[in-house]
Each structure stands twice: as structure tokens, then as C-alpha cells.
């Protein structure tokens, strides 16, 4: 078992949420101003310059609506939206109103990106929301981390309709889970999916954190779970010296153990008995080059050794 100190990805938006909003009620910083003293004009601009390219018929946020973002008064219609999600940029504002306008725009963004997703897709295939009501047929199952970073349509060019997702932190399988014991009945016995995909990531937060000697709270049941795969594979990981080389194998086998729970299921040996289908992969995301690495689960191999303690197939 080895130490480190919580990841960044994944407490530290909250902490830094925590930390914003206790500077804010100490700081006598805050005016309407900061708020446009936190946003650089040109990085503004960029933001909207470059998404922003339907008719505006309707009232939004976007800074060239606003020549000069940092002069002048400042009004909700008018200020440009924060060059970043990250509250922290707020940090030192005390101005109720400036979050307030933070909170209107960053949920607007929202909706306005909404709209100008489904007028292209429209534009590109006049029966695209007809097809899309018509019922999903997906080719597979997801079960990823809830790290912001890794959406499941976006890194691998599949469409909705294609990815049955399911996403905790961790990507984790646990038999006593009714969520994720539902979506993988759901997705195999109705969906009929042909792939069941367990993605991991490098620089997993919650791998990371189950590996630190504290007390978490309600997240010690959940990440006991990967402290159960370290003990599960402590032998090979306690011999990888380097601390970062141990940590993204620990990332790689909570991948695999996660595949073996899914093949562990009643639904998969059943389906997989009579259909030959699903197929169980385990893969790994990295951020640095933002490619999927695949594992190469053994599936046939796997559900033969389980099969010998969990053959649920009669
Ligand atoms: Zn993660």
C-alpha cells in the first residue's frame, strides 16, 4: 500500500468551491469590477469567437456584444461569461452579485450551446431527432469514471444511440449495486449490446485517493473497493518501485477486476451462453496523448476461470 496526496481531479473542484466562497466572505476585494479584472478581454473573445456562429435572435452573454468587456458598466446582458468553470477564478470577489451573474451565465451557456447543437445537427440531417425518437439499438455499454475529462461519445466518434453510459467514480462494478447492476441487465438482456466496455483512466482521482491513509467518509465503502484490488494484486504493485508506474497499473488492474465482475454476472454468462454476445473489454484512457489503450481482456479466458467459482449460466 502506498501514500499520496489526493489527486486533483477529483475533490479538488469542490475544495477549491469550498475555499472561493470562504474568501469571498472575507475579502474586501469584491466590486462589479472584478469581475471584468478576472477575465482578460482577448481570452473572452476567443471563447465566444470561435463557438458562436448562429443568428442572435436571442439575448445572450457572448463578449462581442461588448466590444470592451473591460471598461464600461457591466450588466447581465452584456458582461462576458468567465474564460473559465473553475470558481476559483472568483476567488477574493465578494460581490454577491457578481456570482450570482456567474451562476445565470455558466447555466445559459448551457442552453444557448443546446440550441446551436440542435439546429446543426438539423442542418445536417433533417431526420435526426425523428430517428432519435424512434428508440436506441446501442452497439455498446459504457461503464467509465465521472471524470469530467473522459466523455464517452466525444474520445471515441460514436453518436448518440451508439453507447448505452453508465459512470461512477472509479468505474467501478460492484455486485451490490443496483445502478450498475441494472444498466448492465438493461443494456444486455434489452439493448442487446455486443460490447461492454470498463474505461479507466490514468490519473484517476478516486484510484488515487483510495490509496491515501484517510478517512473519506461515505467514499470509504465505495473505494474499499479498489483497496481491494491493490490487496488483490499487492504482491505485483509493491515491486513497482516508482511511485507513478504503480499507481497507473493500479489504474490498468482496477480495469480488469472491474471486467471480471461484469463477466461474473448472471445477465453476461447468459447472454454470452446463448448469443455469444456481449463481449467484455477493458480499456484506459490517458490525458497526456488522449488515446484509449486497450487491455486486451482474455474474454473467453476469463469467464472460463470465473466459471469455475461463479457459473451462473443454469
Ligand atoms: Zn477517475
Known amino acids: 500500500m ?22 469571498r466572505s472575507q475579502s474586501a476585494i469584491g466590486s462589479s469590477s472584478s469581475i471584468k ?73 448551457v442552453f444557448e450551446s443546446n440550441r446551436a447543437w440542435a439546429a446543426e ?12 425518437a424512434a428508440g436506441q439499438n446501442p452497439e455498446y455499454l459504457w461503464i467509465g469514471c465521472s471524470d469530467s475529462r473522459i466523455p464517452a461519445e466525444q474520445i471515441t466518434g460514436l453518436a448518440p444511440g451508439d453507447a448505452f453510459v453508465h459512470r461512477n467514480i472509479a468505474n467501478l462494478v460492484c455486485n451490490t449495486d443496483l445502478n450498475a447492476m441494472s444498466v448492465i441487465d438493461y443494456a444486455v438482456t434489452h439493448l442487446e449490446v455486443k460490447h461492454i ?30 483497496r481491494d484490488v491493490y490487496r488483490l494484486h499487492e504482491k505485483e504493485l509493491d515491486a513497482i518501485k516508482n511511485e507513478d508506474e504503480r499507481y497507473n497499473r493500479l489504474v490498468e488492474l482496477n480495469v480488469i477486476e472491474q471486467c471480471r465482475n461484469v463477466i461474473k454476472t448472471a445477465t453476461v454468462q447468459q447472454s454470452y451462453a446463448r448469443n455469444k454476445f456481449p463481449i467484455v473489454h477493458g480499456w484506459v484512457f490517458g490525458f497526456h496523448d488522449g488515446l484509449l ?13 470465473i466459471q469455475k467459482i461463479y457459473n451462473l449460466t443454469d
Not at 502506498?2 to 475533490?11: A, D, E, H, I, V
Not at 452579485?97 to 456567474?102: H, L
Open 293 to 305: 489503450k486497450d487491455l486486451n481482456i482474455d474474454f473467453e479466458g476469463v469467464l472460463h476461470d
Open 197 to 226: 466496455v470498463v474505461c479507466g483512466h490514468y490519473g484517476c482521482g478516486g484510484v488515487k485517493a483510495a490509496m491515501t491513509a484517510k478517512d473519506l467518509g461515505i467514499l470509504n465503502p465505495w473505494l474499499r473497493n479498489i
Open 121 to 132: 445537427q438539423t442542418t445536417k440531417d433533417p431526420e435526426f431527432f425523428a430517428k432519435l
Open 2 to 23: 502506498f501514500n499520496t496526496r489526493l489527486g486533483p481531479s477529483l475533490f479538488s473542484t469542490t475544495a477549491r468551491h469550498a475555499l472561493s466562497l470562504a474568501s
Open 37 to 109: 479584472r478576472s477575465i482578460p478581454a482577448a481570452a473572452a473573445a476567443t471563447r465566444y469567437s470561435s463557438s458562436c456562429s448562429h443568428p442572435h435572435s436571442h439575448a445572450h452573454f457572448h463578449s462581442h456584444s461588448n466590444p470592451n468587456p473591460t471598461s464600461g458598466t457591466t450588466t447581465a446582458s452584456t458582461a462576458p461569461t468567465p474564460n473559465t468553470n473553475n470558481p476559483s477564478a472568483w476567488r477574493g470577489k465578494n460581490d454577491d452579485q457578481d456570482i450570482s451573474m456567474y451562476l445565470r451565465q455558466t447555466h445559459d451557456r
